[in-house]
């Protein structure tokens, strides 16, 4: 059972209780009393103190606590908060520019984005066929504790931030920017480290290889296939919620196994990333395949909505969203795991939410299952009366 810490009004009237019965003949407790206002300074203070107790309590164990003392922890575990990294830093994204042949854009180049992004060449480019592309990545912010803001889709205009000859001041991206994350927030890193608690290295355990994965900058699920691709090989599946949640959070990449990996087909982008921090760590003979998830489009069908608000609705579609995240797995029952979610999962998340009672999911109608490599997300829901 908890300890009930007394608030700051039950200090006082406990202080003020000691007071009026210890000194016979007076009336501690009036206005002015200097034993009054002794009284309720010394119930502050030990509120104060209560507070610090809370705090040191709170600290001294893994699952509760936060920043620096979490950090602590999770070292004791090989377990390290992911750091800010830019978007651009692993694949470079590519803006590319109009312009007269033989013009050229010199490595540092600054270009920004409408919002005041900015970003810096890291490759020259040459007009060629009235056009010329660059490599670029995202500038980092000055705390240096984001680096999300710099992802970009295919087509997003960027400007010069001083002209060239030459070259239209005005391009666009041509090859997306990804892998730009914020530093990981208290509730990730516990997460992966009371995973590394649970689950002990193992010498390349099914585990050991979600526990790697996850150790990679922007990863915040992943699952473990072995044989996936036939004896002695480990296919994992990750996905990047935050980094590439643009693309609902799936790899932006090709599938395939690390650089130095002879025995396959080497992977690109976020999955090479992947690939190549798994390789040293890896039992030296497997191997080891990194992939995307395919997404697996559900789409819902929910009769007695007529009184449901657009506010409602969208909690709604969060919660259901959210079960996904919870519950989804692309390793099927048929290679070992449980690769369901139920639909009383999703009921449940629903009638949570105020003002939805009389609901009915019409469709689907059974439990969601995928095929090994499908992720479920959610798809259009319609809204019958």
């Known amino acids: 059972m908890p300890y009930p810490r007394p608030t700051l009004t039950q200090l006082r009237a406990q202080a003020a209780a000691d007071l009026q019965v210890?000194?016979?003949?007076?009336?501690?407790?009036?206005?002015?009393?200097?034993?009054?206002?002794?009284?309720?300074?010394?119930?502050?203070?030990?509120q104060l103190q209560y507070g610090y107790t809370d705090y040191v309590a709170q600290q001294s164990n893994p699952f509760t606590a936060t920043d620096e003392f979490l950090e602590a922890w999770a070292a004791l575990k090989n377990v390290y908060r992911e750091a800010a990294t830019q978007a651009g830093a692993v694949t470079p994204g590519q803006i590319t520019f109009p312009g007269t042949n033989g013009y050229q854009i010199p490595v540092g180049t600054l270009i920004s984005r409408g919002d005041g992004v900015q970003y810096t060449t890291t490759s020259l480019g040459t007009v060629s066929g009235s056009t010329v592309t660059v490599n670029a990545r995202a500038n980092a912010d000055s705390t240096g504790l984001t680096?999300?803001?710099?992802?970009?889709?295919?087509?997003?205009?960027?400007?010069?931030?001083?002209?060239?000859?030459?070259?239209?001041?005005?391009g666009s991206v041509t090859t997306a920017f990804t892998g730009g994350a914020d530093v990981e927030k208290d509730d990730s890193l516990?997460?992966?480290?009371?995973?590394?608690?649970?689950n002990p290295p193992q010498g390349g355990a099914v585990n050991d290889y979600v526990t790697w994965a996850k150790q990679v900058n922007g990863v915040t699920r992943a699952w473990c296939n072995p044989n996936g691709f036939g004896v002695g090989t480990v296919v994992v599946y990750a996905m990047l919620d935050n980094t590439e949640a643009a693309y609902n959070g799936f790899p932006q990449g090709t599938n395939g196994v690390a650089t130095s990996e002879t025995r396959g087909v080497a992977a690109t982008g976020d999955q090479l990333t992947i690939a190549n921090y798994i390789y040293p760590l890896r039992p030296a003979t497997a191997l080891v395949y990194v992939c995307a998830p395919n997404q697996l489009v559900v789409n819902f069908t929910i009769s007695g909505t007529s009184g449901f608000s657009s506010a409602t609705k969208a909690l709604i579609q969060s919660a259901i969203a959210g079960v996904f995240v919870m519950y989804g797995s692309p390793i099927s029952a048929t290679a070992g795991q449980n690769g369901t979610v139920d639909l009383s999962y999703i009921e449940s998340a629903i009638a949570a939410i105020s003002g939805t009672s009389g609901f009915v999911i019409t469709s689907p109608t059974a439990n969601i299952v995928g095929s090994t490599g499908q992720l479920p997300v959610l798809g259009a829901i319609t809204w019958n009366p």
């Open 22 to 46: 210890s000194p016979a003949g007076s009336d501690p407790l009036l206005r002015f009393s200097s034993l009054n206002v002794l009284g309720r300074a010394l119930a502050g203070l030990a």
């Open 147 to 170: 680096g999300a803001f710099g992802n970009c889709a295919t087509g997003t205009v960027m400007t010069l931030a001083t002209s060239i000859a030459g070259i239209s001041s005005t």
């Open 190 to 198: 516990r997460s992966r480290m009371l995973f590394a608690y649970q």
